[in-house]
């Protein structure tokens, strides 16, 4: 996953947690290796045990501020670069970073995206590989699906342990390297634990040992009846919902057609959010009212660029719903009239 | 300077050990004197819309007036419960308790009742017999309840922590600080069998232990304020209320648990409750009851508040607690529990407001005092909010047990208006409706649930025979398709599948099947939805059917509406013989659809009619003119007339 | 002052008269020998026939502005520093000056002594040094120097965000900082929605599920005044349909709409826990309980 093997690490050195976890999360998940400081003392001490690419500085930490720790550093190492960082933006300070040496000098909150581009221009690109959204190494356990015995890792969910045997449990909501959420239920499954019995998600339930797991028992079936019979009224003509209907025998006129096409399985939205790192897609609204929209004002030029949405979308409608959602926001004129 | 002195007041006022705490409290009570006269106002939600601000305010002008200041003592209060008869006064010591009182008649209380001692008889309660009762205690609506949790709201000016202390405040907290170790707290709470009053009713002992034992140094207390099921207003009572109380039992809760930080997740429809909440912290935090090295125990806690933003599944705890997070309040599956991980991924232990405030009650008084009260299964008290069709609408606290008719009847008053009874709903939108042939089951936790319904958080709304129960599925399914988060398939559609049948049931088109239709949907969304929000769905529609399938059955195959509530099955009829023409229906109907004029009958052109209902609420009770019929009925009626 | 003549002179571009004239006679009264500019355009033709040792650059200027001057100035001569002045100073324009090569950045109303201590880390000092004891007192009295207060945050802030949010970046606060927002303004704005994302680093489409997640949120300006009628089931049972007809009929328009003067806004609750007294409609935070049609006139009458 490391894609810059070669490269100089990052230092971050940011006295605040949340802030600190947050851009090292988003550093790391680009493909950088991110090391952290929480003050100037801790950073310099860093500077001196390791080589460092680049330094993202608080401008405010405990002790020696960000711009006394840059000149320090800079001192012992005339080719580093870095950024200052800060919540308390001053014009006097700005100037003081760049004179420091600093290339630039971010005001809170920044864009992401920009801090990306500095960084970029000074250790070049990193190679985005996509990693499978839950990686495995737990202890092994044995259960039974579908009275087969099939062993799995600890943190495995039942549908992956159902798929790496060959057991097929339809669902549409789910990708293998995208968080699950157990949206669309058609996972549904029945465990067995001593006398009672239980339908759970199965791309949410984790493993355990000596389950027992029944994927097309009366019950589950019932359940995935139901539940296309309602998908169904909603995105007739789907192929996807069309075969699952077909394998479980569903009357495909139990509702009335209401057709919205999107299933609001989410992949998209996740897709985007997971992958992409852009949440150009998004959800809004709750219950019925619940829909997938397009950020407003977004520049899609990323997104014809893109595109790998459509190819995840169950419906294989997603084109036509780029117009579907429709905020009700408000303008600043309605805002004046109102003033 | 100024801030030497201030923080010298603040040690000062520092309790730094329990003795501290006994001696605050004997230095309070000596400053009171219980033979004092003092006028208590309820300012709780119900009587400050029945204008108990303004009857604050003559009772100021009108004893300054008087120059009784220094005789008589004013106290703004929690809610009392009998919310009825607001803005209810009670008078100390003698604890005489006017009702139904207005800023008019302030005089006469202050003249007669503060000034000659003697008894304002016109704002006594009066039972059925004409006998006047004075003190609060023996009106039957408070005579039949034990008020163990709720009671010393009347007591409390819940801006005035001094008023807590003085009745005993945070000496369970001291005990449990000084005298016990956390396993012992928890201890007493599991023998103590106490459940958790918000929802389902899981031993909230059970779940403490859960979250004490989950791996994890950092762990979270949240108090569950959110209170989202329609009809139901004793958390916001309690918390606007008595809000140390809540706060005691939470830091109690937190020592046992091992937790240092707490969250007071309160709906964003509570302003008062969050602003008096929000003071009861700081005096608190001024006491050193929070912060760190409480009462010099070396445990140190503090607490957060968090306003909701107004969403009924905010209320479930995975949603709650994502919503603290600051993301969307959406569920989450949870088959990891969140006393293992909740908040942020660590172990975190949610209970309700009223579940929190019983906690110090156990500490002092003891798990066996509490399992001496209640049923087998459900221990205590349980605080209900009796609404809708009953005369003494409020909040009354029973022993676990009681059973629904003493509930209705004794406390209730029965029926609005002489009519008759029908059902009972609980638990809001996750319960259901319980018939007239099950009013003497004992109400608790597995009774309620056996009957179809559940306790929720302690909504009891009384039906009479105006009430459809049809339209009731359908109201609850309406609020529920409102109030769904959408991520769940079996939520969404299956909720909305339910109230398209139901809704053309109510239109008078509903078809034969319909009925195992609605059934067949209920059992896949209980086993599949995602949430409890949604596994609790169906109830008010399986719980109706159950019980007044009769009433479906009419609706399907009749066209008949049997209470005369949907609109497309009814239409508004003037009775010939008994309209006098006095013009009020005429006068009020919107659109022009009666005709008549003074002494003439009046008519209804049932073409222009839109079935508002107005004419069959303003014609005046001693005529009665004015009908609900069915089209069958009609027909048949103006077949007369003809 | 033969040494000083020795000094490469200053070219001073500003457009502002006084400002201009006062820097210059401070200037030739410290030894250095000045040349003005008030516009680009002239500033750029003296640049390419004389060789400056230092520019001295207002940031707002009439035609190219003091950074885009530098830039072109230095690309013509990359030795060139220069010093960038300003009345409307910000972290952004700093920033930019700076990675031009500006060697410094200084916001009006400055002090003349760090001005000279910037020239003469450049030019090196002038022999004939005049403390500017009495030149100091005279630019701080300068009427025409305005005193711009310089904002502690970055400038960018819409005004709609109320000021205890502006310095919070605890992701866990979005909720509490959208219910501020929606509570100053009776609205979230785009605007409002966007400072805050970029404030907290949380995607805008989060936040947009958010706003319209919740019932308190609106992302279109609200009425005046709120009018929600309860819809809970203590109050559906004592007849909230029939009151919320009143209400419709009295301010017509529909649940979720607002008048069009921007009066009243109606919205139908789920319970304001007010349920013994049902039917209840609150309006302005204020319950009624079961209104009659013409009190709930009357009550509209009265809050305008």
Not at chain 1, 250 to 257: P, S
Not at chain 2, 142 to 152: A, D, L
Not at chain 3, 14 to 37: C, K, N, Q
Not at chain 3, 279 to 298: F, I, L, Q, R
Request: charged content about 25%; proline content about 5%.
């Amino acid at each position: 996953m490391k894609g810059g093997k070669n490269m100089k690490p990052i230092l971050l050195v940011e006295d605040e947690a949340v802030m600190r976890e947050s851009i090292k999360d988003w550093l790391t998940d680009i493909g950088y290796e991110v090391e952290t400081a929480e003050d100037g003392e801790q950073a310099l001490k860093t500077f001196g045990e390791q080589e460092i690419g680049f330094v993202i500085l608080d401008l405010r930490l405990p002790g020696k501020d960000g711009l006394e720790v840059l000149r320090e550093a800079k001192a012992k190492h005339p080719q580093l670069k870095g950024v200052i960082i800060t919540a308390y933006p001053s014009v006097e300070t700005a100037v003081e970073a760049i004179k420091h040496g600093a290339v630039d000098y971010l005001p809170k909150p920044f864009d992401l995206n920009r801090l990306e581009e500095i960084i970029r221009e000074t250790l070049g690109p990193v190679q985005i590989e996509i990693k499978p959204s839950r990686e495995v190494s737990g202890e092994e356990v044995t259960l039974t699906i579908d009275g087969i015995e099939v062993k799995a890792r600890q943190g495995m969910t039942v549908l992956q342990a159902a798929q790496s045997v060959g057991i097929d449990i339809p669902t549409l909501c789910y990708h293998e390297k995208l968080t699950p959420v157990g949206a669309c239920r058609l996972c549904t499954v029945e465990i067995v634990k001593g006398q009672r019995s239980q339908l759970v998600t199965s791309c949410v339930y984790p493993v355990e040992a000596g389950l027992v797991v029944r994927t097309e028992s009366e019950p589950v079936i019932n359940v995935r009846k139901m539940l296309l019979a309602m998908m169904w009224s909603r995105a007739p003509g789907v192929q996807a919902i069309r075969d699952l209907c077909i394998r479980y025998g569903v009357d495909r006129n139990k509702f009335e057609v209401e057709p919205t096409y999107c299933i609001l399985c989410g992949l998209c939205v996740r897709y985007c959010s997971e992958v992409k790192k852009k949440n150009f897609i998004g959800f809004v609204g709750r219950g019925t009212e619940r829909q997938v929209m397009f950020l407003p004002g977004a520049d899609f030029k990323e997104c014809s660029k893109c595109g790998e949405c459509y190819g995840i979308c169950p419906t294989g409608l997603m084109p036509s719903n780029y117009g579907l959602a429709q905020l009700p926001i408000g303008t600043a004129r309605e805002c004046c009239v109102s003033a | 300077m100024a801030n030497l002195v201030a923080t010298d007041l603040e040690t000062r006022m520092r309790l730094s050990a329990p003795s501290d705490l006994v001696e605050l409290r004997k230095d309070i009570l000596s400053r009171r004197d219980p033979t004092k006269l003092c006028v208590t106002i309820c300012s709780g939600t119900g009587c400050h819309a029945y204008g108990s601000e303004e009857v604050y305010e003559s009772f100021v002008s009108e004893i300054q007036k008087k120059g009784l200041q220094k005789k008589v003592g004013i106290r703004r209060t929690g809610c009392h419960g009998f919310c009825e008869r607001g803005t209810v006064v009670v008078v100390f010591p003698e604890e005489i308790c006017y009702l139904h009182v207005k800023p008019d008649d302030i005089p006469e209380i202050v003249a007669t009742t503060l000034t000659e001692r003697k008894v304002v008889e016109r704002l006594l309660y009066e039972d059925q017999d004409g006998q006047k009762i004075v003190q609060e205690g023996d009106i039957p609506f408070y005579k039949h309840q034990s008020r163990i949790v709720f009671g010393n709201n009347r007591f409390i000016d819940p801006k005035n922590m001094e008023d807590y202390i003085a009745l005993g405040g945070y000496s369970a907290l001291a005990k449990a600080l000084s005298e016990m170790t956390p396993e012992l707290v928890l201890d007493e709470v599991k023998k103590a069998n106490l459940r958790g009053r918000g929802g389902g009713g899981f031993p909230a002992g059970v779940k403490w232990e859960t979250t004490r034992n989950a791996p994890g140094e950092i762990k979270y207390v949240i108090v569950n304020a959110d209170e989202g099921d329609p009809g139901a207003y004793m958390d916001r009572s309690l918390l606007e209320g008595n809000p140390h109380s809540v706060l005691e039992g939470l830091i109690i809760g937190a020592y046992a648990i091992g937790s240092h930080e707490g969250f007071i997740y309160v709906r964003q429809e509570y302003p008062l409750a969050v602003e008096n909440i929000t003071i009861a912290l700081e005096q608190a935090r001024k006491y050193g009851l929070l912060g760190k090295n409480i009462l010099g125990s070396g445990f140190d806690f503090d607490v957060r508040i968090h306003r909701g933003a107004g969403a009924f599944v905010s209320g479930e705890s995975s949603a709650l607690m994502t919503a603290i997070e600051g993301r969307v309040g959406e569920p989450r599956p949870k088959y990891i529990r969140t006393a293992v991980s909740g908040i942020w991924e660590r172990p975190s232990n949610l209970n309700n407001v009223e579940t929190w405030a019983t906690v110090p009650l156990i500490i002092n008084k003891g798990a066996d005092w509490f399992t001496g009260i209640g049923t087998k299964g459900s221990k205590g008290t349980k605080i209900f909010s009796l609404v809708g069709k009953v005369n003494n609408t409020g909040l009354v606290e029973v022993p676990m047990g009681m059973p629904l008719r003493d509930i209705i009847y004794k406390i209730g008053g029965g029926i609005r208006q002489g009519k008759k009874f029908k059902a009972v709903q609980t638990g809001g939108p996750s319960g259901g409706v319980i018939p007239e042939r099950l009013l003497d089951t004992p109400v608790d936790f597995d009774e309620l649930s056996k009957m179809g319904s559940m306790m929720g958080s302690g909504g009891m709304i009384v039906m009479d025979d105006t009430t459809c129960m049809v339209d009731i599925a359908r109201y609850f399914l309406n609020f529920l398709s409102d109030e769904s988060c959408g991520k769940c398939v079996p939520c969404r559609e299956g909720i909305h599948k339910m109230l398209k049948i139901l809704n053309r049931i109510c239109a008078g088109e509903g078809r034969k099947g319909d009925i195992e239709l609605l059934e067949e949907i209920a059992v896949v969304v209980q086993t599949s939805a995602l949430c409890a929000l949604g596994t609790t769905a169906p109830n008010p529609v399986l719980s109706t059917i159950r019980y007044f399938r009769d009433e479906y059955e009419a609706h399907i195959h009749e066209k008949h509406c049997p209470a005369g509530v949907c609109k497309a099955l009814i239409s508004y009829y003037i009775q010939p013989d008994k309209c006098k023409g006095c013009m009020i229906c005429l006068r009020n109907c919107p659109v022009g659809a009666i005709s008549g004029g003074k002494r003439e009958v009046h008519f209804i052109q049932q073409n222009k009619c839109t079935k508002c209902g107005n004419c069959f609420e303003v014609c005046p009770s001693k005529f009665a003119a004015v009908t609900k019929a069915t089209a069958v009925q009609l027909a048949q009626a103006v077949g007369n007339r003809d | 002052m033969e040494i000083a003549q020795k000094a490469k002179p200053i070219l001073v571009v500003e457009d502002e008269s006084i400002m201009r004239e006062s820097l210059r006679d401070w200037l030739a009264e410290a030894g250095y020998h000045v040349e003005t500019a008030e516009e680009s355009e002239k500033a750029l033709k003296a640049i390419a026939e004389r060789d400056f040792g230092l520019l001295i650059l207002d940031l707002r200027l009439p035609g190219t502005g003091g950074i885009d001057l530098l830039r072109q100035a230095r690309a013509k001569r990359p030795q060139l520093k220069g010093i960038i002045i300003t009345a409307y100073p910000s972290v952004q324009t700093a920033v930019e000056a700076m990675k031009e090569g500006a060697i410094d950045y200084l916001p009006k109303p400055f002090d003349l002594n760090r001005l000279e201590e910037s020239i003469r880390s450049t030019l090196g000092p002038v022999q004939v040094e005049i403390r500017p004891k009495i030149a100091t007192e005279k630019a701080v009295t300068k009427p025409s120097v305005a005193a711009v207060r310089v904002p502690k945050i970055a400038p960018e802030v819409p005004k709609e965000i109320p000021d205890q949010l502006r310095n919070i970046d605890d992701k866990s606060a979005l909720i509490q900082m959208l219910l501020a927002i929606q509570s100053e303004n009776r609205w979230l704005s785009n605007d409002a929605l966007v400072w805050v994302s970029l404030k907290l680093g949380i995607p805008l489409t989060q936040i947009y599920h958010i706003a319209t997640f919740y019932k308190a949120f609106s992302l279109k300006p609200q009425g005046r005044h709120s009018v929600s009628v309860c819809m809970g089931t203590a109050c559906h049972v004592r007849g909230a349909t029939g009151l919320l007809n009143k209400t419709t009929d009295t301010l017509k328009i529909k649940p979720g709409e607002t008048s069009r003067d921007l009066q009243f806004t109606l919205n139908t609750v789920n319970c304001l826990g007010c349920c013994a007294l049902g039917p209840v409609m609150m309006v302005d935070g204020k319950y009624h309980s079961n209104p009659s049609a013409g009190k709930v006139k009357e009550i509209f009458e009265t809050s305008k």
